[in-house]
């Protein structure tokens, strides 16, 4: 079984990251979800030995994975994940980043059968419900969006008055 324990405003002692990934805020600080298996997740994957920075594979994770870009981003923690009872540990750091462009649904080039995933937008209190059904990471992540909300204020994240829209950008799908 697989553990996981996050760790807000620290690093790895060993300074190592396997993969990175974001909570992703718009201007008017609605919360940009990806679904896989209809399951909500924040978006990011695997760090690539050609990745110089956790931001650079962020961005590219973004771009192959739901076609968006963004225009900051700050650490905030990361997750210790033991994998094979403890056998295997990773390191996946996480991340706050603002929305810049949010383009048309396109395949994850990683996944076979032409798979895109599902995007919403939706206001806090709902990707906040929407977050906390996920088994393995419920309190992770509800620590972690909190955490994510802190960081976007201290950073002015937020130029738009506040947003309550649910809006669903494109549902899953694949072959």
């Not at 079984?1 to 990934?21: A, C, I, N, Q, T």
């Not at 923690?77 to 033991?82: A, D, F, T």
Request: proline share 3%.
């Amino acid at each position: 079984m697989e553990e996981y324990k996050l760790f807000l405003s620290r690093v790895p002692e060993d300074g190592k990251f396997d993969r990175v990934h974001a909570i992703l805020l718009t201007h008017d600080g609605r919360v940009l979800l990806r679904y896989k298996n209809g399951e909500p997740r924040i978006t990011g994957g695997h760090i690539d030995l050609d990745d110089i920075s956790l931001e650079m594979a962020l961005r590219r994770e973004l771009l192959e994975e739901i076609n968006c870009e963004i225009d900051r981003c700050d650490y905030l923690g990361y997750v210790k994940v033991k994998i094979d009872e403890g056998r295997t540990e990773e390191n996946w750091a996480r991340m706050v980043a603002r929305i810049a462009k949010i383009g048309e649904p396109k395949a994850d080039p990683d996944r076979e059968n032409n798979w895109v995933y599902g995007r919403i937008l939706a206001p806090r209190e709902i990707a906040m419900e929407e977050l906390s059904k996920v088994e393995v990471f419920g309190k992770n992540n509800a620590k972690l969006l909190d955490a994510a909300y802190k960081v976007a204020r201290e950073q002015e994240y937020f130029t738009e008055l506040p947003s309550t829209e649910y809006e669903v950008l494109n549902v899953e799908s694949h072959d």
